[in-house]
């Protein structure tokens, strides 16, 4: 892109690639912590194991939730940490305490997204496939890999409140 353009909505190329970076991060933790626990939710209620999910000790949202762990998600983390450390030097480095606020705005980030993965987790229970929901969540979260700023405001302003890509994936990026 930017070897045509010299910047992206305002963005210079390392800014960009913050965004990307942070994309790959926040999805990555996703992935590897709750998604697809959440997905195949709709599995667990047709088989009857939800049932006994509700039966243990502990949180049927939490166990089902933290029930999958993709370990080849684990292993990719470590390139997307070095994508993230790349997007920071073409940036130019920054402080510490900027570095601290972004951690956190990825931890809230990773909050709001379980509870939006939470609340389409509970149309399983209304919803005969969802499947193709799942999977239209997961294209609209790539969308985020750029900044929604590119957008025509309306759809910018969607992808923000209504449904919050730009929260989960945009916001640390926006803050670095």
Do not use: H
């Not at 049932?51 to 243990?56: E, G, P, Q």
């Not at 997307?80 to 956190?104: K, M, N, Q």
């Not at 997204?113 to 969540?137: E, H, P």
């Amino acid at each position: 892109i930017f070897e045509f353009v010299p910047s992206l909505a305002g963005y210079s190329k390392g800014e960009a690639m913050l965004f990307f970076a942070f994309f790959n991060l926040i999805d990555l933790l996703l992935q590897i912590f709750f998604f697809r626990g959440f997905w195949f939710l709709q599995e667990y209620v047709a088989s009857g194991e939800f049932d006994k999910i509700l039966t243990y000790p502990v949180s049927p949202i939490f166990m089902t939730a933290f029930k999958i762990t993709d370990w080849m998600d684990v292993v990719t983390l470590l390139p997307a940490f070095g994508l993230l450390w790349y997007g920071i030097s073409l940036v130019g480095g920054t402080e510490v305490l900027v570095g601290i606020g972004c951690g956190l705005l990825v931890l809230s980030g990773l909050g709001v997204a379980f509870g939006f993965c939470l609340f389409l987790a509970g149309l399983t229970f209304y919803v005969t496939r969802m499947g193709n929901v799942w999977w239209l969540f997961r294209d609209l979260a790539a969308i985020a890999r750029f900044p929604l700023s590119i957008l025509p405001p309306l759809l910018a302003g969607v992808l923000t409140y209504l449904i919050p890509i730009g929260v989960i994936f945009n916001l640390p990026a926006k803050a670095f």
